[in-house]
């Protein structure tokens, strides 16, 4: 099967990190994945849900929202309750990334990752927690600078991708197309260390067999040690 972008069936889409694309937020990027677009800025505030003041540790959480031109066609603009879809992957981005941080180490303190799609071709959550990890990296990196927290803040890097099966063909990185005609899609989020934070996964057809899921999930694993070494080369240029 020849795909549509001419990609081998085990390869990445470019990726493409820009960092501080916004003024004022604590931590920035833009992520291009492919023709997927996620603006992702972190913000940091004193405070925490009265739930954690208790704990005497931080909060992280997510809010993710596809802007009206995203898509083919103009969606309504997105309020915070306006879409379950958003709500589901709002959390999904939140637990992947508290992975990330040791939120006792936070002290008193909340990140707030907005991840705006400003272009949609496939993978916008994938994309959304990989370039998330990026900007809560950078964020973190001006608390430790200025000796507000620990280094030990900031526990692993995240990153997660996508993979399904197309016409009976294992392929990492769906693009749009891709993943409306999949019959499996597949969501993989991991940690630096190689451990798993989350999977998603739905058979749209016939179930699935264990041999053909292990497939997929080794794929997405490969492709997610790729994005790794692509976060940590840009922050170590920072």
Known sequence: MSRIDNRASNQLRPVKFTPGFTRYAEGSVLIEAGQ?????NASVDE????????SGGG???????????????????????DSARSQ?????????????????????RTITIDCDVIQADGG????????????????????IEAGQVPPEALVTPVAAVSSGVVAKQLLLDL??????AAEVDLNVVMTG????????????????????????I?????????????????????
């Open 59 to 81: 909060w992280l959480t997510a809010e993710y929202a596809l802007l009206p031109r995203a898509t083919h066609r103009r969606i309504t603009r997105q309020r915070g309750t």
């Open 193 to 216: 260390t190689g451990k798993f934070v989350e999977i998603q996964g739905t058979a749209e057809g016939e179930p699935i067999d264990r041999e053909t899921l292990i497939g997929l």
């Open 124 to 143: 916008t959550r994938t994309a959304s927690i990989t370039g998330g990890y990026v900007a809560v990296a950078l964020a973190l990196q001006n608390l």
């Open 88 to 108: 589901e992957i709002s959390r999904l981005i939140g637990r992947a990334l508290r992975a990330a941080v040791d939120l006792d180490r936070l002290g008193p």
């Open 175 to 180: 693009c749009y197309e891709e993943d409306s």
């Open 36 to 40: 997927t677009h996620v603006l992702c």
């Open 47 to 54: 405070g925490v849900p009265p739930w954690r003041e208790a």
């Open 218 to 238: 080794d794929l997405a694993r490969d492709g997610i040690e790729q994005l790794l070494v692509e976060q940590a080369t840009l922050l170590s240029k920072i």
